[in-house]
């Protein structure tokens, strides 16, 4: 079992990795090299995968990279992954829990951080909107079967909303209700990349329990396990993947 300091750590180098996300098309391959090979050490220890062939040059960069750091700690390389990230963005912990996820390199259209109110007259709520608000009563009664995997202007499915939002008893419902859990929203994340986000342990094992690949992998290349920000949750997915 980690120490308390120790979990701490995780979660932060976890959290740098989700915003290096954001802006790894804005870094140079230096920078880059430097994060991928800290971020494999951090989470795989030393590098023990065969070196890739001639002609598949940018695997043997960041084969090297790894490779360079071999027997440096976890612990150690996670603190180098978020001091390089600190370097690169001193205020990427504000950035990251205040800025919009929509269109980035992360893929996630919402987050945990930022939860608009709606304002909009009962009468004119969507079934997103009932959704987005934990109105089970609501989204019940307006639901029809032909709108269960249906995407909103964001791309995202009820499913996805209810996992942005951790309403379990959403979630499920609309699981038994025949919703396809691996159903990707225009980043091809899954509901399953959302609740890993944003650290719903519960909503996760829901997921899983039904069905969730979590081998799926975004745009971005990144599984859910990639983009859970919580030590939990990473070590349950590890088993999985």
Known sequence: MLEQSESDLLE?????????RTIHNK???DDLLYLYSRYKQALDGNCSTPRPGFFDFQ???????????ENKSK?????EYISKVSDIDQNWEDNLKTGSKAKTGLGLGVSKFVHQENDLNEN??????FCQEGNLEKLNEMLKPSQIDDKDE??????HWSCDRGNI??????????ANINLQDDELQTALHYAAFCN????????????ADCNIEDSSKCTAKNVATSKEIVEILSTLS
């Open 169 to 178: 008893e959403i979630v499920k419902y609309l699981l038994e209700k025949g």
């Open 200 to 211: 719903y342990i519960e909503v996760v094992k829901v997921l899983i329990e039904h069905g």
């Open 154 to 159: 964001n791309g995202m499915s009820l499913l």
């Open 12 to 20: 932060r180098f976890l959290f740098a990795a989700n915003y290096v």
């Open 27 to 29: 870094l140079g391959s």
């Open 59 to 69: 695997g043997k960069q960041k084969w090297d990279a790894w490779k360079a750091i």
């Open 124 to 129: 004119n709520k969507s079934i997103f909107d």
């Open 75 to 79: 612990e150690e390389s996670m603190l």
